[in-house]
């Protein structure tokens, strides 16, 4: 059964307060409401992590995962994290291959490969993002240009190494725009993707990777979009930067 998953990523925002604040809220609205087979995921700023793990304990719902690292352990990488300072810390998950991080920062499939390679040897488990802009949207190449993506950063992995990747399909024109792809938009991406998987693998593995939407996914329509066959949960943007609209995502199910 392929696991639920609901990701907070803060992005670039909140203080250490407010940081400590709402995971505070997060955590004590978790345990009494959110359904014990979905996994909820806290990725915030790195000056967080240590307070975010603090605050996340013990508890079975609520876990710590950052939003980039760099390919190596350590070195002259000026402004770059480690997996080893990640886990450290106790982090679990990892986001690559964000859309602001392949747009403003040239990550290539290949950087992504290596980093994928990184974290799942740390025991680690990344989540990797994926997706079209409006243009190859617009053009019909969309499908092909997501799973060229898979492809080129996932592919070399073996068999017992994709089942430990988590995949998060963004939509790049639907973030920050108010835009949403629909449900049906969204499971056909989603079936295209596992669909990919199983090419490549088989249909039993490509069965067992959770596949996550991340396109403005709110309180408002997250039903509907957990709802299809193939989508596994989101990755959230700015809906996570509020304790009460995180967790009535999470209770979407």
């Not at 907070?8 to 250490?16: A, D, Q, R, S, T």
């Not at 079975?60 to 190596?72: I, S, Y």
């Not at 938009?185 to 596949?211: D, F, G, P, V, W």
């Not at 990755?235 to 199910?253: E, H, T």
Request: aromatic residues 8%; negative net charge; contains cysteine.
């Amino acid at each position: 059964m392929r696991k639920k998953i609901v990701a907070g990523n803060w992005k670039m925002n909140l203080l250490p307060e407010e940081g400590k604040k709402l995971t505070s809220e997060i955590v004590n609205m978790a345990g009494d409401e959110v359904p014990n087979d979905v996994t909820l995921v806290i990725c915030p700023p790195f000056i967080h992590l240590e307070s975010v793990n603090k605050l996340t304990g013990d508890q079975e719902k609520v876990f710590l995962g950052a939003q980039n690292c760099h390919t190596e352990d350590s070195g002259a990488y000026t402004g770059e994290i480690s997996v080893p300072m990640l886990k450290a810390v106790g982090a679990s998950y990892v986001i690559i291959g964000h859309s602001e991080r392949r747009e403003y920062f040239g990550e290539t499939d290949e950087f992504l490969a290596k980093k994928t390679d990184k974290i799942l040897s740390a025991g680690m488990t990344p989540i990797f993002c994926c997706g079209e802009s409006l243009e190859q949207r617009e053009g019909g190449n969309y499908v092909s240009f997501v799973t060229d993506q898979i492809s080129n950063s996932l592919f070399h992995l073996s068999a017992d190494e994709i089942k430990k990747v988590v995949i998060a399909y963004e939509p790049i024109w639907a973030i920050g725009t108010g835009l949403t792809a629909s449900p049906e938009q969204a499971q056909e991406m989603h079936e295209a993707i596992r669909k990919h998987l199983a090419e490549k693998y088989n249909q039993e593995i490509a069965n067992s990777i959770s596949i996550l939407y991340g396109g403005s996914c709110k309180p408002g329509n997250a039903k509907e979009l957990f709802a299809c066959e193939d989508v596994d949960g989101g990755l959230i943007g700015g809906a996570s930067l509020k304790s009460r609209d995180f967790v009535d995502i999470a209770k979407s199910y």
